[in-house]
């Protein structure tokens, strides 16, 4: 019983080798669209990857930095004249940082019981605060309802009171919108080695203190006026002082580092980071404690271990805590609205290097197919039967009275050494396209494109040279040279 035949099929075909075949097609359309192909492919290679992407260049996209800020202003708020002490918190002057512009007090907070200020708690009856959450935003209810005025009764809770009131009206800070904010940055790129700060250089010291930042006039000041981080933002600043708010200030270091190092110069942007009204919870605000009320404060006065009941930490929830004359703890909480201030540092470095530039070159003259050619050479010119090979893939039957390869007209055949062989870029796949589905001759050139030579086709070299083994694909290979160094026309 004869072995299936199916593995030696899957066999030879894993051991098949193909080789390109060169068809010249004399054809206006086909040809115009080939050079279009490769000019657009040129160009793109030219001005996008070299020009605007620099792909010639190594790039460092990691950058280390450091941002110290500085805020300046005096502004008056509640009867009281503030410095950068009272408003800007925290106040060691990092990347991100808080304007205070609105600030709504609840002063001597005591722990104990009282009525709860949120409307959602009313009551008529102790029923009606039992049952509920046991918590609230402001203490723990006892399930008593007790009288909050005259007119309203509300659930009692434990905790600091009186609750906090948030709902009152009070005044924005509108000098904020003149303050000034210096901003220091230093960069280094560490696989280059390079360094630098958006300050300008020694000895400018003066101009320093005077410049403001204009995106036109003086877009490389590093002092920067509130409202017109905020203007440039897109934002309203009364109306973002009054809610609060995030605000993004985005300093971005792209250097080519092929140019001199002045020319490596900082550029700023700002936008908006929270969600706008009207999304849910718009705004910026927190709780804290700037001021301090007569007595004694709390964090001094105390003399046992911080672990001690009688000593809570300092602070709490942000608030001040204090040890009054007649022995009770209080504080006073703050509940602030302001401008949040983040200092984003982004950017990445580039410089020539030899690695990308061959990688890019290659790639940008492959996609042309100005390296097409010579890829069968090795099978052509060094196996035993080369010749036959090169008689399938170099077709060598000259064109007919229009100038291409006819269907049943051979080819003069020429004696002597074989031609040096030309290069021809290779066709692309648009083309091939065009040329087997919309032309007038797709199936000369189907013929001609396509070609499978089966092993068992080729025979053994003969011993004389002018010997031609009959069923010979293409005729005599021995015999056959032709001076169209292996390609076949076709007039389409």
Same mark, same amino acid.
């Given at each position: 019983?004869?072995?299936p ?5 899957w ?5 098949? /080798?193909?080789t390109p ?5 004399k054809?206006?359309?086909v040809?115009?669209?080939?050079? $279009? @192909?490769?000019?657009?492919i040129l160009?793109?290679f030219i ?6 992407e620099?792909? /010639?260049q190594?790039?460092?996209s990691?950058?280390e930095?450091s941002?110290?800020t500085?805020?300046k202003g005096?502004?008056?708020y509640?009867g009281?004249?503030l410095?950068?002490?009272d408003?800007v918190?925290p *106040?060691?002057?990092?990347s991100?940082f808080v304007?205070v512009t ?6 001597n &907070?005591? &722990?104990?019981v009282?009525p709860?200020?949120d409307?959602?708690?009313?009551c008529a009856?102790?029923g009606d605060?039992r049952?509920?959450?046991p918590?609230?935003g402001s203490?723990?209810?006892t399930?008593r309802?007790v *009288? ?7 659930? +009692?809770?434990r905790?600091?009171c *009186? %609750?906090e ?9 509108? +000098? ?10 230093s ?6 080695g390079?360094?630098k700060?958006?300050? %300008? ?6 101009a ?7 995106p036109?006039? &003086? *877009?490389?000041c590093?002092?920067l006026?509130l409202g017109d981080?905020?203007?440039l933002a ?10 609060g708010?995030?605000l993004?200030i985005?300093i ?8 001199s190092w ?5 550029? /700023?942007?700002f936008?908006r980071?929270?969600a706008r009204?009207?999304a849910?919870?718009p !705004? /910026?605000?927190?709780r804290w !404690?700037?001021?301090?009320r007569?007595?004694?404060r709390?964090a001094?006065a105390?003399?046992?271990p911080r672990?001690a009941?009688a000593?809570p ?5 942000h608030?001040?805590y204090?040890?009054? #004359? ?5 504080r006073t ?9 983040d ?8 410089k ?11 790639a ?11 890829r069968s ?5 060094s196996?035993?039967? !080369?010749?036959l090979?090169?008689?399938h ?7 007919s009275?229009?100038g291409?390869?006819? @269907?049943s $007209? ?6 002597g050494?074989p031609?040096p062989?030309?290069? #021809?870029?290779q066709g692309?796949v ?16 189907k013929a001609?494109k396509?070609e +499978? ?5 080729? %025979?053994a ?8 083994p009959?069923?010979?694909?293409g ?6 040279q032709?001076?169209?160094s292996?390609?076949?026309?076709l $007039?389409?």
């Open positions: 019983m004869p072995p035949r199916c593995p030696r099929r066999l030879a075909a894993f051991f098949s /080798y193909e075949k060169s068809v010249v097609v054809s206006w359309v040809g115009a669209v080939n050079r $279009g @192909v490769q000019l657009l160009a793109y001005g996008w990857v070299f020009l605007h620099k792909a /010639y190594v790039r460092d990691v950058i930095s941002v110290v500085k805020v005096i502004g008056r509640g009281r004249v410095d950068t002490a408003y918190t *106040p060691q002057g990092t991100v304007v609105k600030q709504i007090l609840t002063e &907070q005591a &722990q104990g009282c709860e200020s409307t959602q708690f009313r009856a102790d605060c049952g509920r959450t918590t609230t203490g723990v209810l399930g309802c *009288p909050f005025n005259r007119t309203l009764r509300t659930c +009692e809770i905790g600091w *009186p %609750p009131v948030d709902t009152v009206d009070v005044p924005v800070m509108l +000098e904020a919108e003149n303050f000034t904010l210096l901003i220091k940055n960069i280094r790129f560490p696989l280059f390079f360094e700060a958006n300050l %300008p250089p020694p000895g400018s010291g003066g320093l203190g005077r410049c403001r930042f204009h036109q006039r &003086q *877009p490389l590093p002092i006026r981080v905020a203007r897109g934002q309203d600043f009364p109306a973002l002082a009054a809610t708010g995030v993004g985005k971005g270091w792209v250097c080519d580092l092929d140019r002045e020319r490596c110069l900082p550029r /700023y942007s936008t980071l929270d009204p009207p849910p919870a !705004g /910026y605000n927190f !404690g700037p001021r301090r007569s007595g004694t709390l001094h105390c003399a046992r672990t009941p000593c930490l300092s602070p709490r929830r608030a001040r204090y040890r009054w #004359h007649d022995g009770t703890e209080r909480l703050t509940k602030a609205f302001g401008i949040r201030f200092i984003l540092v982004y950017g990445n470095a580039g020539f290097g030899i690695v990308p530039t061959l990688i890019n070159t290659v940008a003259f492959t996609s042309i197919g100005v390296v097409s050619c010579g050479q090795p099978l052509c010119g196996t035993s039967r !080369g010749d090979w090169r008689g893939s170099e077709d060598p039957r000259q064109p009275s229009v291409g390869c006819g @269907v $007209g051979g080819c003069p055949v020429v004696r050494p031609p062989q030309r290069c #021809h870029p692309t648009l083309c091939d396209i065009i040329l087997l589905n919309f032309l007038t001759g797709a199936e000369h050139y001609r396509f +499978e030579v089966p092993e068992a086709s080729m %025979p070299p003969s011993a004389s040279p002018t010997a031609c009959p069923g010979a694909l005729g005599c290979g021995r015999d056959k032709s001076t169209d292996g390609t076949c026309s $007039g389409l």
